[in-house]
Nanobody, 122 residues
Framework: QAQLEESGGGLVQAGGSLRLSCVAS????????MGWYRQAPGKQRELVAA???????NYADSVKGRFTISRGGAKNTVYLQMNSLKPEDTAVYYC????????????????WGQGTQVTVSS
């Protein structure tokens, strides 16, 4: 099947920057859209940013102009560059990917990473 592994979370002061990375691996045939979601304590998981294979991007209004999503050259990696971080950006950030993998047949499925904690102190 497939796995997603995130890295790059941590603790940063308000106004600082972090870069999250997510790598997809496994018996992947193709990856369509990839994206980042976040979930703060007591809140629902929300879309932060998404990017298609063609490079089209979509951002939550709360992060526009501060965050940038991009895909790696091999297309199995997605990055989230987060600048001008605010305390309200504190959350667990999850990578996801809509991908097709081969097992006994071809399957298309949305996969999620385990999440990486981002904490922004005021």
């Amino acid at each position: 099947q497939a796995q997603l592994e995130e890295s790059g979370g941590g603790l940063v002061q308000a106004g600082g920057s972090l870069r999250l990375s997510c790598v997809a691996s496994g018996s992947i045939v193709s990856i369509n859209a990839m994206g980042w979601y976040r979930q703060a304590p007591g809140k629902q998981r929300e879309l932060v940013a998404a990017i298609t294979t063609g490079g089209n991007t979509n951002y939550a209004d709360s992060v526009k102009g501060r965050f940038t999503i991009s895909r790696g050259g091999a297309k199995n990696t997605v990055y989230l560059q987060m600048n001008s971080l605010k305390p309200e950006d504190t959350a667990v950030y999850y990578c996801n990917a809509d991908l097709t993998y081969y097992s006994d047949a071809y399957y298309t499925k949305r996969y999620w990473g385990q999440g990486t904690q981002v904490t922004v102190s005021s």
